[in-house]
């Protein structure tokens, strides 16, 4: 017989996962597994052991769909996990249970609006290099000043430390030690 399984989080020590695991219990979670660290984390000791308690057909039940993830793509995510492994989720402030065809309705209009959410995103970076070659600018890493390149080789073979020759002109230090490995030159002793 399928099981409800509660999943209480809270994300630092000074708050407590009581008042959610008594609302898991009031709607028919037989065993909450719990975890006390950040959403950011998802190294999740108490989410994996419930994930490994759970069998095809339980339910996974959260107060609130933020419990589980940080932002629409982490869960999605997550909701795909559970409906391949047959695992519904039970959302009780946002009433969503996917176990239901209205549930798992919701869910699919979710992953839908992340998709625009990434298309859009997508659109607007490429309206913005257009736009950016359209006034003349090169979008992306500028070409190597070769002129600043050579001048900082010859401070360098002038005993100048690789650092500093690249702090004078104003170039980054990591690409005269590239370039310094690439024509095979070694630093100054």
């Known amino acids: 017989m399928p099981d409800i399984l509660g999943y209480a989080r809270v994300s630092t020590g000074d708050q407590d996962v009581a008042g959610q695991t008594m609302r898991l219990t009031e709607a028919g979670a037989i065993k909450t597994f719990t975890d006390v660290m950040s959403g950011r984390s998802m190294d999740r000791p108490g989410l994996t052991a419930l994930l490994a308690y759970a069998r095809s057909g339980d339910t996974l039940a959260v107060v609130r769909l933020d419990r589980l993830g940080r932002s629409l793509a982490e869960l999605l995510s997550t909701v795909t996990m559970l409906r391949e492994r047959k695992i519904a989720l039970l959302s009780l402030e946002e009433k969503i249970d996917t176990s239901s065809a209205a549930g798992e309705l919701i869910f699919h209009v979710f992953g839908a609006i992340a998709h625009f959410e990434r298309r859009l995103i997508s659109e607007r970076t ?6 950016a070659r359209a006034k003349g600018r090169k979008p992306g890493r500028q070409p190597l000043d070769v002129t600043k390149l050579n ?6 073979q002038a005993n100048t430390p690789p650092a500093e020759a690249a702090r004078q002109l104003g170039l980054g230090r990591s ?4 370039e310094m490995r690439r024509l095979g030159i070694s630093r100054p002793a």
């Open 126 to 131: 490429k309206d913005g290099i257009a736009a």
């Open 151 to 156: 001048a900082a080789l010859t401070l360098i």
């Open 175 to 178: 690409t005269i030690y590239r």
